[in-house]
């Protein structure tokens, strides 16, 4: 299939447009670069720079008819969303709305849409199904929020087939590529900076949590699965439907856990420091994949926190070489 990922610069989209290039597919890359890196589109890729909203119609315009568009483009910092929130309305939902305006003047049928378990916001129950309610905390989980909305309509009143796939944390690395956030906020990468002796210690916030351990215990995803369901999600999408999964690990780690993961794979001491809560981090932000695993036959090869640390720590001793 002829696809466009926006958002392919970063992360997660660099990752998922690797696995789209090994399947076979073409894959036009738009990403502007705001948070992206240039170096991490893949070899094979075409790469557009620019911003979704100017940009995507003119993309899907050129050339051969596109199959699909997997769109990762967004701001994704749950603080910068309380303190600038208009810049998550502006890029996540105007962003959004702007390229469905292009993909339905040119007749592209599918989507598959990154989005997030920041839309339930804190749980009634974990783990967290698709049925629970939505209550977003933060603009951010808002911004994602709304654009499953906007998406089910469109599949509902213009016929288009998508998918939304909603996750909390994704980790590890792949192909060369991984984690490269300015500031860094993600706490696997965190830690290795510890162990890199960028960083002096590694801040455990709250250990009087209702968990075995004390400590928050989190969802956490090896990007690697992430961008297989990706391609099972974008296979599977029906005309006029909009379908939702949650991608989770189904028990989740706590923080002391991956500590501990990162002394392991490093061998590294990796010192650590306990602080206060906080405020308004939940106990347990666990997501369930039931679904996804039953209706698509999604099954994570890399399940364990020790597999995610490990590749992150070679991406990272690959950077610092």
Known sequence: MRLLVTGGAGYIGGVVTLHLLRAGHQVTVLDDLSTGHADSVPDGATFVPGDVAERSGAV??????????????????????????????????????????????????????????????????????????????????????????????????????????????????????????????????IALQVVAGTRPEFAVNGTDYPTPDGTCIRDYVHVDDLAEAHLLALAATTAGEHRIYNLGNGAGFSVLDVVEAVRRVTGHPMPTRV???????????????????????????????????????????????
Not at 108 to 129: C, K, N, Q
Not at 286 to 304: M, N, Q
């Open 275 to 321: 602080g206060p809560r906080r405020p308004g981090d939940p106990a347990v932000l666990v997501a369930s994949s039931a679904k996804i695993r039953d209706e698509l036959g999604w099954t994570p090869r890399k399940p364990t926190v020790d597999e995610m640390v490990a590749d992150a720590w070679k991406f990272d001793q690959s950077r610092r070489a």
């Open 60 to 189: 899907l315009a050129d050339g051969d008819p596109y199959d699909g568009v997997l769109h990762f483009a967004a701001k994704a910092v749950v603080s910068e969303s309380v303190e600038h929130p208009e810049r998550y309305w502006r890029t996540n939902v105007a962003g959004t709305l702007a390229l469905l305006d292009a993909m339905r003047a040119n007749a592209v049928p599918r989507l598959v849409f990154s989005s997030t378990a920041a839309t339930y916001g804190e749980p009634d129950e974990v783990p967290i199904l698709e049925t629970a309610p939505t209550r977003p905390t933060n603009p951010y989980g808002a911004s994602k929020l709304a654009v499953d909305m906007m998406i089910t309509s469109e599949a509902a009143a213009h016929g288009l087939g998508a998918t939304s796939l909603r996750y909390f944390n994704v980790a590890g690395a792949s192909g060369g590529q991984g984690e490269r956030h300015s500031p860094e906020t993600h706490i696997i990468p």
